[in-house]
């Protein structure tokens, strides 16, 4: 009991354990701080400017920017395209990692081949993490490109107006799936046997078990899942830029992009930070809603 109380072992202890970890979080932090933070607010104050990204002039024009926003038509297009890359990718992601998951956590093996199925198909699937988006454009590039034509005989998915985002988010998914796979697959590993034991005494189809035991349980993994994937779709960027640009003719252009080259290419820093801003505030408000919603919906064990 004395050393519980203050100035104890126990309590020096405890401090220097606390201590300990606010060292090792100050590294990060301070990082944060340099990449995420001071830009931020360095891109907060110039929402109010008129500053072309190179001037070392610029005038305040208060809200200015934010109304132009308003009655740009412009922003329409990369709007409606961001809006088509969360619907496509985010359903199309959860589904194809929610499938790998399954498969590498399949019970329908022996137990000595199941731990080396398991081991080998997570690598294979999560490998193409490991892959750049630029690389990722690459190689789908040349696929869409060279060997598409060659076994369809039709012209390249990237070069088309009504294909091109699919075929993005179809070379993102293959690029990014195996993080959700992850995700879905410790979901699985923490469901207990019993339940499922439990089920096929009741006489469960499988599918049933599907649908009213590992979907219910899985409430927690697609919470994070479905909610890092919508806010990542919509602000679309390196895949998108690194194969199309945003091309053809803007059919693939996103609100990152459209930010980037007001920013970049338009000398419109002002009006880019101003959109840049309200775009952000609008992906917290459905992180935050999207979350909220699966979470009231996640299943105590």
């Not at 301070?30 to 830009?39: D, M, R, T, V, W």
């Not at 610029?58 to 961001?82: C, Q, W």
């Not at 107006?161 to 995700?183: D, E």
């Amino acid at each position: 009991m004395r050393s519980a109380e203050k100035g104890g072992p126990v309590s020096n202890y405890m401090h220097r354990r606390s201590a300990a970890g606010y060292v090792f979080l100050l590294p990060g932090f301070l990082f944060f701080c340099f990449a995420i933070l001071i830009p931020f607010f360095m891109g907060f104050h110039i929402s109010f400017t008129d500053w072309n990204g190179i001037a070392r002039e610029y005038n305040y024009v208060g809200f200015g920017n934010f109304a132009t926003m308003f009655r740009d038509k412009r922003i329409l297009t990369p709007m409606f395209n961001s809006l088509k890359f969360a619907l496509l990718g985010t359903v199309g992601n959860n589904v194809v990692a929610l499938s790998t998951a399954l498969l590498v956590n399949s019970r329908t093996l022996s137990n000595s081949c199941r731990g080396a199925f398991s081991r080998i198909g997570r690598l294979i699937f999560f490998v193409p993490v490991c892959f750049s988006a630029i690389l990722t454009a690459f190689v789908w590039g040349y696929i869409y490109s060279k060997i598409f034509p060659a076994l369809f005989g039709i012209k390249s998915m990237l070069g088309q107006k009504n294909t091109v985002i699919p075929a993005i988010v179809l070379m993102a998914i293959w690029n990014s799936q195996g993080i959700n796979m992850l995700i879905y697959y410790s979901g699985l590993k923490a469901i207990p046997q019993e339940v499922y034991e439990a089920a096929i005494v009741d006489g469960a189809s499988a599918w049933y078990k599907f649908v009213h035991v590992t979907l219910p349980l899985l409430a927690p993994s697609f919470t994070v899942c479905v909610t890092l994937s919508l806010t990542g779709w919509l602000r679309e960027f390196a895949t998108t830029l690194a194969a199309t640009g945003g091309g053809p003719s803007n059919y693939s252009q996103t609100m990152a992009i459209y930010i980037y080259k007001n920013l970049f290419a338009y000398s419109k820093a002002g009006y880019g930070q101003a959109v840049a801003i309200a775009f952000a505030v609008v992906l917290i408000i459905i992180g935050q809603s999207v979350s909220a919603f699966f979470r009231s919906r996640e299943v105590q064990m």
